[in-house]
């Protein structure tokens, strides 16, 4: 890493190639501040896996926000600024006491809050090289991350019920992915990038085929090609089942008034996520959790197994 920052361009160079969607240069601006950002987190949060949280949220409102630098050569103080903006976030969410604040700092929490997922992903041009990026990571990592940072199931207890693993297990693979993906982005900041975003909106529509299908009472059909006919169910009770209990399952919830609203779909190589709310009829409005997630497993594209689970009402 150190070796990729000898003999790099200022950062007024490497900033105007960011914004030109340069994604070597982009890694090399983080690179080299990413020690005193860090130093800023530390400072706010103390050695804890909150700081590299900031940072790693730091990172991605980077990806989304580098077009706002005007001041191409103070581009490490804005990163930091970023950093305690995000900082601030985590002691908001965390302590019962209100932060105190500089004056503004609420302005620039709008302006640079966590960055949505569909912005960073879909929107911007260096997408695809963090997708890349990604999919260096094992999938039990990934798994992690993507639930951490894209999707609303971000709390270590929700994370750790889905995965199936102890909160300290997810803890762990989140500060394994972390150091992993700084040294991902750098060392595939040269490559040809898959096209991330034609894989999502592919599984997308595939998501939105098979919720279709389902409230037809068809959903069986509708998995045939994308589901190997040995795959498993894990549900959100622990219940192991095969395929076939989805039409069933469906059914019921068709039969008692209740719709699957698809929300989200976050797509990788071996795991794909979907994301739904649980509409419920009027006259029964607890009648299912608010929503369900389902994490598929893939095995040479086909899914070999798929976890569902409710994450908790808020």
Known sequence: MIGLLVGAPPDSELVSAAQAGDAGALGLVLARHRAGMYAVALALLGHSSDAEDAVQEAALIALRRIGDVRDRDAVGPWLRMVVRNACRAQLRRTSAVPVAEPAGA??????YGPPDPAEVLDRHALGDWVWSAMEDLSPGLWLVTMLRYFTDVTSYEDMAALCGTPVGTVRSRLNQARTKLSDALLRSADRVHDDATARTALHRRLAEEVMAAAHRGDITAAM???????????????????????GPAFGRDLSDGVRHDLRNVVAGREVVIWEAALLNPPEDPFHCPPGVVWVHFLDRGRVSRVRLYHPRRR
Do not use: C, N
């Open 106 to 111: 609420a302005v620039m929490d709008r302006t």
């Open 224 to 246: 045939s090609d994308g589901w190997s006919p040995h795959a498993d169910v894990t549900w959100p009770t622990g219940k192991i089942t095969d395929i076939d209990y989805l």
